[in-house]
């Protein structure tokens, strides 16, 4: 019976004890014509009802992550002297953007298991669901899909670029880059021990299209006749104009 | 200074404001010059600057109709456009390109639409860029060598025995429509196939096949072009939803500015010499695709969103 109750007050530490409450600098990002990206501050603390545990030191893990949607991914290989597309693989559901920031190497501070659970890594970020099946080289177009969205900037991890003082006081700045898809972006903290996630926080960045932008679009989705007209309209009225406007020009 | 970048709407890129305007410039001058609409420049440089193929298509076209539409007014002034064989190459052209259009929406669903446009470029625009190099070569050579026996301006090809015959006065031709109405129609449909306007096609074939004098062919051909691709334009918009108005925007913003360059530019230059110079270009994107076609390229995989709707 101590002996259980010694065991117990042992691992208490490594449950409940230690909650995370954080913050971001806004949740809500307009995309005008001007767009240039924008710069997220994600800030937060540690919160304990009893002093800090021993054993292996407190980790973060900040990711932020765009809407998924359905991505065909298709390889070339050499057809009579040509490179044609062969072989397509569909990828179920891929972030259209994934950031990832942590105060150590990942790998340290988090288990596979833990990994595979709360889908953490960029890997585990996008969903291929029976895509093995349908092809026998399917991690390869998995891969190409993170090496080509990393290489674009769509895709990052940043090892270290989280800074936690005191063991309580954490804060990451995630950039949002220009080329951003509207939707919610999810971003999501965890804190980890051992490799073992013991709190997680989610928040959500609404980013959305305004002005312009947004009239156009709408426009362009529930009017798409209308917009094709007056997109032809205002090629007609440029073409006249400059026309019109050389003449004056050279009389 | 800020870097001037301007977020597109429909495309979902930020892209630097006077790469665009530079863009339609380039494209602008070429068509005012040669009468071609630059469709099969603007697309491909439109992927290259990293605009998502589709919307790179449709907007292409849609940038096509205004250095077109400010072409033809510069034309119109000096009496260059022949309205009537215009229009009996737009019917053809209607008709085709509806059929490219339904052709096209097969071969996207089979998978391996890619290979077919990037193959019936090289193969039209080789084979038209050779043809149009060789023969305006030799015609130069004529011209400058005083003396040398000139072609005969009427010659009784296949077009003056078949019926249906129209007084095509600006063109000064007396031919049957039957062959105007059938290069229209193969125009559209390699047109819509290709997703280009299909001038440097229009061009050569005018020439070539109809014998229309060089200085109407540009007019009239971009006249027709206007037809084509607003016609591409609308049918993109409303079923794709793939039309970038502020893209298609600083396109044409630069582009008609060109094509008025374009076109003082091109009434410097003899007809022949305009000729090499369009029988040149066509063959360096013939090449360029080519290229890409037969090197390794860097990266085997590409993606391709797709959007639910």
């Known amino acids: 019976m101590i002996r259980l109750f010694a065991?117990?007050?042992?691992?208490?530490?490594?449950?409940?004890?230690?909650?995370?409450?954080?913050?971001?600098?806004?949740?809500?990002?307009?995309?005008?014509?001007?767009?240039?990206?924008?710069?997220?501050?994600?800030?937060?603390?540690?919160?304990?009802?009893?002093?800090?545990?021993?054993?292996?030191?407190?980790?973060?893990?900040?990711?932020?992550?765009?809407?998924?949607?359905?991505?065909?991914?298709?390889?070339?290989?050499?057809?009579?002297?040509?490179?044609?597309?062969?072989?397509?693989?569909?990828?179920?559901?891929?972030?259209?953007?994934?950031?990832?920031?942590?105060?150590?190497?990942?790998?340290q501070?988090?288990?596979?298991t833990e990994d595979l659970r709360h889908r953490i890594s960029i890997p585990r970020a996008i969903r291929?669901?029976?895509?093995?099946?349908?092809?026998?080289?399917?991690?390869?177009?998995t891969e190409a899909l993170i090496r080509i969205r990393e290489a674009s900037g769509a895709y990052g991890l940043r090892e270290g670029a989280v800074t936690l003082s005191q063991g309580t006081l954490f804060r990451a700045d995630v950039a949002l880059p220009a080329n951003l898809t509207e939707g919610d972006y999810r971003v999501?903290?965890?804190?980890?021990?051992?490799?073992?996630?013991?709190?997680?926080?989610?928040?959500?960045?609404?980013?959305?299209?305004?002005?312009?932008?947004?009239?156009?679009?709408?426009?362009?989705?529930?009017?798409?006749?209308?917009?094709?007209?007056?997109?032809?309209?205002?090629?007609?009225?440029?073409?006249?104009?400059?026309?019109?406007?050389?003449?004056?020009?050279?009389? | 200074m800020a870097a001037m970048q301007l977020y597109l709407p429909i495309a979902e890129v930020s892209v630097n404001i006077f790469v665009l305007l530079g863009l339609g410039g380039i494209v602008g001058f070429l068509s005012g010059m040669f009468g071609v609409g630059g469709g099969f420049l603007i697309t491909p440089l439109l992927f290259f600057i990293g605009i998502p193929p589709a919307i790179a298509v449709a907007t292409g076209a849609n940038q096509v109709v205004a250095s077109s539409v400010s072409g033809v007014l510069a034309h119109?002034?000096?009496?260059?456009?022949?309205?009537?064989?215009?229009?009996?190459?737009?019917?053809?052209?209607?008709?085709?390109?509806?059929?490219?259009?339904?052709?096209?929406?097969?071969?996207?669903?089979?998978?391996?639409?890619d290979l077919l446009i990037q193959l019936s470029y090289v193969l039209f625009l080789g084979l038209i860029g050779a043809l149009m190099l060789q023969e305006s070569l030799r015609a130069l050579r004529r011209t400058t060598r005083p003396g040398a026996k000139l072609r005969r301006r009427h010659e009784h090809l296949l077009v003056h025995r078949l019926p249906l015959k129209v007084k095509f006065r600006t063109s000064g031709l007396y031919i049957s429509v039957i062959p105007p109405v059938c290069v229209g129609a193969l125009v559209g449909f390699l047109a819509a196939i290709m997703g280009v306007g299909g001038g440097f096609i229009m061009v050569p074939a005018m020439i070539y096949l109809l014998g229309m004098p060089t200085k109407v062919v540009v007019g009239t051909s971009l006249f027709q072009i206007i037809f084509i691709t607003g016609f591409t334009t609308v049918m993109h918009a409303t079923t794709s939803f793939s039309v970038d108005m502020a893209l298609a925007l600083l396109l044409i913003i630069g582009g008609v500015i060109g094509a008025q360059i374009g076109a003082q530019a091109g009434l410097k230059l003899k007809a022949e010499q305009l000729r090499i110079l369009l029988a040149l270009l066509v063959l360096a994107v013939a090449a360029k695709i080519a290229l890409d076609l037969l090197l390794q390229p860097a990266e085997l995989y590409s993606l391709t969103p797709m959007r639910l709707p």
């Open chain 1, 7 to 107: 065991f117990l007050m042992m691992i208490a530490p490594a449950f409940a004890q230690e909650t995370v409450v954080a913050g971001l600098s806004q949740t809500r990002v307009s995309i005008t014509a001007q767009f240039e990206g924008s710069e997220i501050l994600i800030y937060g603390a540690v919160k304990r009802n009893a002093p800090e545990p021993e054993g292996p030191p407190l980790q973060v893990i900040i990711t932020a992550e765009g809407p998924a949607m359905p991505v065909m991914v298709r390889s070339k290989d050499r057809r009579f002297g040509l490179w044609v597309n062969t072989s397509a693989v569909q990828i179920d559901q891929a972030p259209s953007f994934y950031a990832i920031a942590t105060t150590a190497p990942l790998a």
């Open chain 1, 109 to 112: 501070i988090l288990t596979g």
């Open chain 1, 128 to 141: 291929a669901v029976g895509v093995a099946a349908e092809n026998l080289d399917a991690p390869a177009f």
């Open chain 1, 188 to 251: 999501r903290i965890f804190l980890t021990r051992g490799g073992v996630v013991i709190d997680s926080l989610e928040s959500t960045i609404n980013v959305r299209k305004e002005g312009l932008e947004r009239w156009l679009t709408n426009l362009a989705r529930q009017q798409p006749l209308i917009y094709g007209l007056l997109s032809l309209l205002i090629a007609v009225v440029a073409g006249w104009a400059a026309s019109a406007g050389f003449r004056l020009l050279r009389a």
């Open chain 2, 76 to 113: 119109l002034r000096r009496r260059t456009v022949d309205f009537r064989m215009g229009l009996v190459l737009l019917a053809g052209g209607l008709a085709g390109s509806t059929l490219g259009i339904a052709v096209f929406a097969r071969l996207s669903a089979a998978g391996q639409v």
